[in-house]
């Protein structure tokens, strides 16, 4: 056995797998509907198992024998060719692990703390209903019934004097549907409706199952905040009945703002809130009507948008439909996150300029499935950055 050239075919299957999941999270960043995409990935399974199989079998153990006395310059140039762009994906596979291992907190975010809350211990039983893929809400260690509160304090240079300790929750992601019972939602919004804020912001994917709209009054529909709440739509819903959500939240006091530029005034001082829910829904909202605002808050599903967000002067992007990946693997990280910008923009606060950006991971998904990568909701409190 030639162990070095077995190391080295571990890396090809490694590098291999890399390019995959690269295609595939850029192919979920586009506006393809989910039965499509369903196919695609079970081409990605089928390529992600098959490969090692045949390069083992016509590389390594017939061919060259490169497991045993071959060598590499025996290959054919069409296996030269497949190894060598099995390497690029050995490259991006490092610099993926490597971004992910500096990965710093920003200087805009001065504090963050947060509670962990296990919702069927509290309920005192399990959460699980009846639906698509409900045998991945059984796995063992699943994540996906205890939530993050979370509570982040961001510095933000344009940020009003007047407006210090201005609070805003950002929920994202709920995805409701039958698979997860709707005490779980209710439990959630038990908890963050008892601790008062300015705004509330959702980003996106509410309803992944028309029957779950009557769920609305029971949960989202029970925040207040006095600056209002607002919110967009997100893929999700895009497959689902867009308006009939739209117009279903809305009858319970929140504020569509996909597509649209609106302005709530506070204590002096003018705050543009913009939506935008491309490329599923709507246009992208004509940033210019906010120049004149002092503040500027975007709410985009994808977080793709961040570069346009800080061309356009955004001072405060929200974001979600990544989940953070779902799954975090030790040492990887996320692997798959339905992004142009693959896993860099999964989870977490980034800034740029003087743009400041919060994906939120989400409170569930399609795939009830989490592991090292909780559910969330967070409460941001903003303060001024005098540096």
């Known amino acids: 056995m030639n162990w070095w050239n077995l190391f080295l075919f571990t890396l090809l299957i490694a590098g291999h797998t890399q390019l995959w999941v690269a295609f595939v999270n850029r192919l979920h960043a586009l506006p393809i509907p989910h039965a499509v995409l369903r196919h695609s990935r079970?081409?990605?399974?089928?390529?992600i198992l098959s490969f090692p199989l045949l390069l083992l079998w016509f590389v390594?153990?017939?061919?060259?024998?490169?497991?045993?006395?071959?060598?590499?310059?025996?290959?054919?140039?069409?296996?030269?060719?497949?190894?060598?762009?099995?390497?690029?994906?050995?490259?991006?596979l490092l610099v993926a692990t490597l971004r992910y291992q500096w990965r710093s907190t920003p200087r805009a975010v001065l504090l963050q703390r947060s509670e962990i809350v296990d919702l069927e211990r509290q309920l005192g039983r399990r959460l699980i209903g009846t639906g698509p893929y409900e045998s991945l809400a059984r796995v063992p260690w699943n994540e996906q019934f205890s939530v993050e509160l979370s509570e982040k304090r961001l510095a933000l240079p344009r940020l009003p004097m007047a407006w210090e300790g201005m609070s805003i929750l950002h929920l994202s992601d709920w995805h409701l549907m039958p698979?997860?019972?709707r005490a779980y939602f209710e439990a959630v919004t038990a908890h963050i409706a008892a601790q008062p804020v300015d705004l509330v912001a959702f980003t996106g994917d509410l309803i992944d199952d028309m029957q779950c709209?009557?769920?609305?009054?029971?949960?989202?529909?029970?925040?207040?905040?006095?600056?209002?709440?607002?919110?967009?739509?997100?893929?999700?819903?895009?497959?689902?009945?867009?308006?009939?959500?739209?117009?279903?939240?809305?009858?319970?006091?929140?504020?569509?703002?996909?597509?649209?530029?609106?302005?709530?005034?506070?204590?002096?001082?003018?705050?543009?809130?913009?939506g935008d829910e491309t490329p599923w829904l709507g246009r992208v909202p004509d940033m210019e009507r906010a120049n004149d605002a002092d503040f500027g808050l975007l709410l985009s599903h994808t977080p793709d948008h961040f570069a346009r967000a800080r061309k356009s002067n955004v001072d405060l992007m929200l974001s979600g439909h990544n989940h953070g990946g779902q799954v975090v693997l030790p040492l990887f990280g996320p692997v798959y996150s339905p992004s142009w910008q693959g896993v860099r923009y999964a989870a977490g606060t980034f800034a740029k300029s003087q743009t400041v950006m919060h994906v939120s991971r989400g409170l569930a998904g399609r795939h009830p499935l989490r592991w090292r990568c909780r559910p969330e909701v967070t409460r941001l409190v903003l303060e001024r950055d005098t540096a």
Not at 42 to 47: G, K, R, S
Not at 67 to 82: E, H, I, K, P
Not at 237 to 254: K, M, T
């Open 60 to 92: 390594g153990l017939t061919g060259p024998r490169l497991l045993t006395y071959g060598q590499w310059s025996d290959l054919s140039s069409f296996w030269m060719a497949v190894a060598s762009v099995c390497a690029i994906g050995v490259i991006g």
């Open 179 to 181: 698979t997860i019972e």
């Open 42 to 47: 079970h081409v990605h399974d089928l390529a």
């Open 213 to 274: 709209v009557d769920w609305l009054p029971e949960t989202l529909g029970r925040l207040e905040a006095p600056l209002g709440q607002f919110f967009i739509l997100g893929n999700h819903d895009w497959e689902q009945n867009a308006e009939e959500i739209r117009a279903s939240l809305s009858s319970l006091g929140w504020q569509s703002v996909g597509s649209e530029v609106l302005t709530v005034e506070h204590a002096g001082h003018r705050m543009a809130i913009a």
